[in-house]
Antibody, heavy 120, light 108 residues
Framework: QVQLVQSGAEVKKPGASVKVSCKAS????????INWVRQATGQGLEWMGW????????GYAQKFQGRVTMTRNTSISTAYMELSSLRSEDTAVYYC?????????????WGQGTLVTVSS | EIVLTQSPGTLSLSPGERATLSCRAS???????LAWYQQKPGQAPRLLIY???SRATGIPDRFSGSGSGTDFTLTISRLEPEDFAVYYC?????????FGPGTKVDIK
């Protein structure tokens, strides 16, 4: 079955960067976009951007422009989200989720989430 | 950016009761590109409804979605114990994709 498995929890200091991975299985990795969504503790969902694993094309939410980079390694069916210049407000669970490329499409399925804690 | 507002913030009901959740958009959501997700504590969101009214694979028929334009509704006809959770609406018709703040359905 289609599955997205994310890397483990991270603890980072303010100003550092974090790179979260999302490994896809059960489908052709290049057939679906990967979106990244984050959720601060007790808060709602915030879309960060998307990446097309086939072309490498990306689209980022304005809030994260200049701080987020989404990449992929097609040989291991893995997508990455790197967030730099971390601050305490970036403490959240980060999710990856599939959507159909070049289409207005919902997110399904989702990875299990990766907790990133930013603390001095 | 399309802002989504959900009401009520919390809905306290008993098993077997009907739940009606509202999602209102700040501008029209094109072609009913609206989805509903369920999230339980410690879990990732799960897709329930897409296209405003189409149930995702494996979703029980007690879940139904309706609406168009700026007003959308998720209805759970008879609450089961496993339905107590937080529900989010999302629009995916324009960028940035946005989510509502969520409605928590808890046990009365």
């Amino acid at each position: 079955q289609v599955q997205l498995v994310q890397s483990g929890a991270e603890v980072k200091k303010p100003g550092a960067s974090v790179k979260v991975s999302c490994k896809a299985s059960g489908y052709t990795f290049t057939s679906y976009d990967i979106n990244w969504v984050r959720q601060a503790t007790g808060q709602g969902l915030e879309w960060m951007g998307w990446m097309n694993p086939n072309s490498g094309n990306t689209g980022y939410a304005q809030k994260f422009q200049g701080r987020v980079t989404m990449t992929r390694n097609t040989s291991i069916s893995t997508a990455y989200m790197e967030l730099s210049s971390l601050r305490s407000e970036d403490t959240a669970v980060y999710y990856c989720a599939n959507s159909v490329p070049a289409a207005n499409h919902w997110f399904d399925p989702w990875g299990q989430g990766t907790l990133v804690t930013v603390s001095s | 950016e399309i802002v989504l507002t959900q009401s009520p913030g919390t809905l306290s009901l008993s098993p077997g009761e009907r739940a009606t959740l509202s999602c209102r958009a700040s501008q029209s959501v094109s072609s009913s590109y609206l989805a509903w997700y369920q999230q339980k504590p410690g879990q990732a969101p799960r897709l329930l409804i897409y296209g405003a009214s189409s149930r995702a694979t494996g979703i029980p028929d007690r879940f139904s979605g309706s609406g168009s334009g700026t007003d959308f509704t998720l209805t759970i006809s008879r609450l089961e114990p496993e339905d107590f959770a937080v529900y989010y609406c999302q629009q995916y018709g324009s960028s940035p994709r946005t989510f509502g703040p969520g409605t928590k359905v808890d046990i009365k």
